[in-house]
């Protein structure tokens, strides 16, 4: 079974601060999703990552994929209230891809 | 908006009745997903459906779920005999194809929020 753990669990900041967060397995994934979930809706997607080593740029946010893609970080610079959510990511294996793996996500509060 | 749509967004059942989720996929796509989620959860795969096929179903429990995806229509997540444990969001998603790589990302509806009373 392919597990993800996502770190920190919660995390509380201040408009302006930088943050990283993480997503880490013992598994190889053939791509990899960053989704963002606010209250009383479903994930949107941020980004796929598919190569390892790759960096994607989304305005603020930059994402990582892991040279061995069994991992990924999500680094998010001066952040805005508008930020806040449960951000989630999900591995998706070489054959049935739509059965991803979802972490238990970030819960990131961004203060005024 | 040619997004995944479910319906309906909320749904109140009392213990032992039926509840049944619908999903109309994204134009164009024809692979649909159901995922739970428990409060303050990440997403928990339930079943993965193609037009009339079923194509894995590991994480549907064993008891009382059923889902489908008919040639026409949406596709649907039948609960038998609701029990509080059942309460929680489903979320359906879609994507264009199987298998791996970026042309696989899914898509998601915006959830239905089941509260078994």
């Known amino acids: 079974t392919q597990l993800l753990e996502q770190s920190p669990q919660f995390l509380s900041i201040q408009e302006g601060e930088n943050l990283t967060v993480y997503c880490n397995s013992s598994s190889v994934f053939s791509s990899l999703q960053w989704y963002r979930q606010e209250p009383g809706e479903g994930p949107v997607l941020l980004v796929t990552v598919v190569t390892g080593g790759e960096v994607k740029k989304l305005k603020r946010l930059t994402f990582q994929f892991g040279d061995a893609r069994k991992d990924s970080s999500l680094h998010i610079t001066a952040a805005q209230p508008g930020d806040t959510g449960l951000y989630l990511c999900a591995g998706a294996g070489n054959t049935n891809a739509g059965k991803s793996t979802f972490g238990d996500g970030t819960t990131l509060t961004v203060k005024p | 908006n040619a997004g995944v749509m479910q319906n309906p967004r909320h749904l109140v059942r009392r213990r032992g009745q039926e509840a049944r989720l619908r999903c109309s996929p994204m134009k164009g796509h024809s692979h649909v997903y159901w995922y739970r989620q428990l409060p303050e959860e990440g997403l928990k795969f339930m079943v993965y459906l193609q037009k009339e096929n079923i194509i894995d179903e590991s994480g549907m429990p064993k008891e009382r779920f059923s889902a489908e995806f008919p040639k026409e229509g949406p596709s649907i997540l039948r609960i038998q005999q609701v029990v509080r444990g059942d309460s929680a969001a489903y979320f359906c998603?879609?994507?264009?194809?199987?298998?791996?790589?970026?042309?696989?990302?899914?898509?998601f509806g915006e959830g239905s929020w089941l509260t078994v009373v």
């Open positions: 998603a879609s994507s264009p194809m199987g298998g791996g790589g970026t042309g696989n990302t899914i898509y």
